[in-house]
């Protein structure tokens, strides 16, 4: 029996897990999860994800949220294939994604995901985009990508000079954000730019953006 | 000089994390006061160890480290054999295990934390709360727990039956929280209420507030 993932194609905790699989060359089956339905409220979807959230991931009788510790599960546990994600082998590499993983969660997630919700969904939901959240947010994600502009002139990839976990947990919204008016906030930036051409190019990456668009609700 | 280096105020919940993880450890460290209100932690040399300018800032020997839940990932992997175990079983609970400290980190961190800025840490700097952003998050805040609850009612801590970074990384906000009006909330939950007693009654965490008390 083979993983089980539930989510959707379009959504971006659903991409972070796929692309993670496919870097990993590891099949799974994408069970798609109808959201508008309601169907992640019903109780058959809170027994597996009490916070009624996508993705999840069942690889025979474990279940997993969170997309995060479903990649770094799949990244563990698929460690001697395909793309060395964690570099285990050296600690101190090991460390400094950890290390990179966390500013991905708590520095960059915070700042771009208002930005997603306020351009892409709320019109989805008949809401005006709030342009005081989608500011506040650019101005965030503005100094979190000075902070990286320095790090990659350094450095070809976050966490040193190998592709990681690190970088594979920003393509999905980032894919999203090229799509939005503000995409100069990484095309101004030469070594930013640099780092997200080489990652978005990845075989991996172009596979789950074939399905990232976001569809009006019917 | 000790190999491990712990820069910034105990009194912060993220240096909290770090510094909870080390004594149940039983590693030893130097912890190197920075002086906030100087501004030292968004100047050089703090820079080049937290390039976002934010403490802890970390080192053990010339790794140099940042992000709480960083340095506690590192530690409990480097140091697996001494201190607490922080596991108690084979990859498939590990993955459990990763599971609540991500939940943690994305569903309670960001409100928990919040309502410490509000409730704990504004009235000490004589700053005025805000009873909207008070009364959103601590709704927000309920939820997250009703899903907790529900989920200490099957396991004695959040990722299996023994205590974890999963539990730890929360020690620091639910610390300040019982301060507040925001206890009621944990108190309310029989199951959550015996967890947060068990983890705040840890002697590494015990070693947190004094040395707290201590650094004034």
Redesign the interface.
Known sequence: MGLKLYGLPMSTNTTRVMACLHEKGVDFELVPVDLFGGENRQPSFLAKN??GRIPVLEDGD?T???S??IT??VA??FKETGTDLLRLQN??E???V??W???E???FD?AITPIMFEHFVAPILGKTPDQAAIDASLEKLGKVFD?YE??LSCTKYLAGDFFSLADLHHHACTHYFMKTPWASFVNDRPNVKAWWEGISSRPAFMKVAEGMTFVEKK | MAAIRVHGTPYSTAVARVLTTLYEKELEFEFVAIDMKAGEHKKEPFLSINPFGQIPGFEDGDLKLFESRAITKYIAQEYADKGTQFKCGDSKTAAIIGVWTEVEAHQFDPVASKLTWELAFKPRYGLATDTAIVEENEAKLAKVLDVYESRLAQSKYLGCGCITLADLHHLPNIHYLLGTQAKKLFDSRPHVSAWVDAITARPAWSKVLALQKQQG
Request: no cysteine.
């Open positions: 009490p916070l474990l997993l949220f969170e995060r510790a770094a599960y563990e546990k600690p101190k090991a460390a400094l950890k290390v993983l966390e500013v969660s708590h520095h915070p902070v320095s790090k």
